[in-house]
């Protein structure tokens, strides 16, 4: 276990900024969640999940909602809140605290929860990525309850889902956070020790404050930041140059869209909250659950809430770490992925951009 400093958890934020693939969170609102959680202590504790003993208990916390609302209403009381009313429905205490997904926004969340009760978050996530539906990770696909679950508002309205389908857990959360503006922090998936260690990608965290890292040390040097982050991490170019046309609309608690991308390197690229696809001249060269993830002009990772027409901008591909690139996960977007008019297999973004 190690403590985590100011600076690494603003590194955390910036690396989480470019796996969160166009959600997640933006930059913006994880700063802020950086100074609202040193509130708290000079610090957090990151722990490995062997380091978590078999019979402890912990839960999963996140914001759900728009990104374009949460960058102007920044999660501050409420994933602490949701925390302490899973544990009084659930009867019994959480001694650890494990991320719903990597974002520069859902990254600290669970942080901010565990600063506030002092309890350690865990050096992982169930999807190594930002991903649009509580059910689209391996947490799911091992078994694990998603409920009880428990939603609750900076404004302090709450409420508490059962249900036995994870996908109604899913639907109904949504509608709420979309009723109450759009923004809320949930709490759910109570689990022990042993069964976190046998679902979880380790060490996503530290990955996170890996990237992060480099991004600060490239734009000190002058370097070229997306060149680096592809040779260390085995990406690819997918699309460099301005943002012709971009669509963005907020429905049902999503943000929905396409950018597309002219000059230097075109491409075309659709997201539900999160990047699912990206195109050039009609043919697919990435998708989900690969990683598409988007750099501002000066390197700084950029959520899909945070473009806009006539930006200068740069799409990165990445594989998905191993666990998550199985039929089994694949299956989880279908849905997404016919609405956006792709009923095709899964191709690793190695043999699309091969």
Known sequence: MRRLSKQQLQHIVVGAGLLGAGGGGSIQEGLKLVDRILEFDSGIDLALPEEI???VRGAVILGMGSPRASLHNVRKNSPGCALRLLEQTT???CGFVIPFELGAGNSMNPMLAAAERKIPIVDGDPAGRAVPELHMTLFQLAGVPITPLVL???DRISAVIRTEKPYDAERVARAITSELGGVAAVACSIMQGRTMRDAIISGTTTLCERIGATIAEQRASGGDIAQSLCRQHGGYLLGKGRIGSLRNETRGGFDFGTVELEGERPVKVRFQNENMLAERNGKVIAMVPDLICTLGAEGQPLTNA????????????FPASEPFRSEEVFALFRDILNALEFDGPFQPIE????
Not at 306 to 317: F, I, Q, R, T
């Open 152 to 154: 609750t508002t900076e």
């Open 306 to 317: 945070d473009l806009a027409e006539g930006m200068e901008v740069s799409y990165l591909g």
């Open 53 to 55: 003993a078999d019979d």
């Open 91 to 93: 009867g019994g205490e």
């Open 351 to 354: 043999v699309l951009m091969g």
